[in-house]
Nanobody
Framework: QVTVVESGGGSVQAGGSLTLSCTIS????????MGWFRQAPEKEREGIACIGRSGRSTFYADSVKGRFTISKDDAKNTLYLQMNSLEPEDTAMYYC???????????????WGQGTQVTVSS
């Protein structure tokens, strides 16, 4: 059974930073591609960052490029999202996802967590 658990969300002022973590159990971490997604109220789920199975390739949505960094630690079975220069527009529920197929920023991953809330105030 695969379990995906996000953590690290919270409330921060604009310009601040947060680091999200996603611990995944029940799969061989280094054989899976992973992504971070977010969904604000009344908006569609948006793919913002993804990392390939090897961990060497990453891709970002234009909305977060240069501010967010995705990384993973295979030894700890943990995916990270470092978020800097946060803006009120970044307010959303943040989800991580994993799959043996590399879906990039499309929300077709097989395994999802329950999400962690990020709120950025101006």
């Amino acid at each position: 059974q695969v379990t995906v658990v996000e953590s690290g969300g919270g409330s921060v002022q604009a310009g601040g930073s947060l680091t999200l973590s996603c611990t995944i159990s029940g799969l061989s971490f280094d054989g899976y591609a992973m992504g971070w997604f977010r969904q604000a109220p009344e908006k569609e789920r948006e793919g913002i960052a993804c990392i390939g199975r090897s961990g060497r390739s990453t891709f970002y949505a234009d909305s977060v490029k240069g501010r967010f960094t995705i990384s993973k630690d295979d030894a700890k079975n943990t995916l990270y999202l470092q978020m800097n220069s946060l803006e009120p527009e970044d307010t959303a529920m943040y989800y991580c996802a994993a799959d043996s197929i590399d879906w990039g920023l499309t929300p077709q991953y097989n395994y999802w967590g329950q999400g962690t809330q990020v709120t950025v105030s101006s």
